[in-house]
């Protein structure tokens, strides 16, 4: 009998948080971060219901028929989205924003970074944020657009 063909496979997990921010640059003047964020740069701030779809990749092992146990991915996905971010002002409670303007972009870099420390190497594929039903970040790692 021929051995198992490795297959790959793609496995994705949801999860969602409530947290307030506020669009705000330090690099800008107050005039500036007004004209850019509009009422997103309300000085008291405004909240979310964030959904977070996380998509790791990988073999699936021909013992546990699994590319990773989901309880394993349930408790990554606690330490590196809800414990940090979830019911928090991002730009006071979570250190990260302190200097980076808590967009949902950068969201999903913290998530991501976060993830990358916890998974096995390589595994994340997919970070996927919706801010609201219209705006979705999807990150997938990537440092910069290269230059063709």
Request: proline share 5%; glycine share 4%; net charge neutral.
């Amino acid at each position: 009998m021929a051995p198992p063909v490795a297959r790959l496979a793609r496995l994705s997990r949801t999860a969602s948080f409530s947290a307030c921010h506020r669009l705000h640059s330090k690099s800008l003047s107050d005039e500036e971060n007004l004209k850019l964020f509009g009422k997103c740069n309300n000085p008291n701030g405004h909240g979310h219901n964030y959904k977070v779809i996380v998509t790791v990749r990988g073999e699936i092992d021909p013992v546990s028929g699994m590319v990773i146990n989901l309880a394993d991915l349930k408790e990554y996905m606690q330490q590196a989205i809800m414990e940090p971010l979830d019911h928090k002002n991002l730009d006071k409670d979570v250190p990260y924003f302190a200097e980076v303007v808590s967009t949902t972009e950068n969201v999903a870099v913290f998530i991501w970074e976060n993830l990358k420390r916890l998974l096995p190497a390589g595994m994340l594929y997919k970070v996927k944020v919706y801010e609201t039903d219209q705006n979705i970040v999807v990150y997938k790692g990537e440092e910069t657009i290269s230059e063709r």
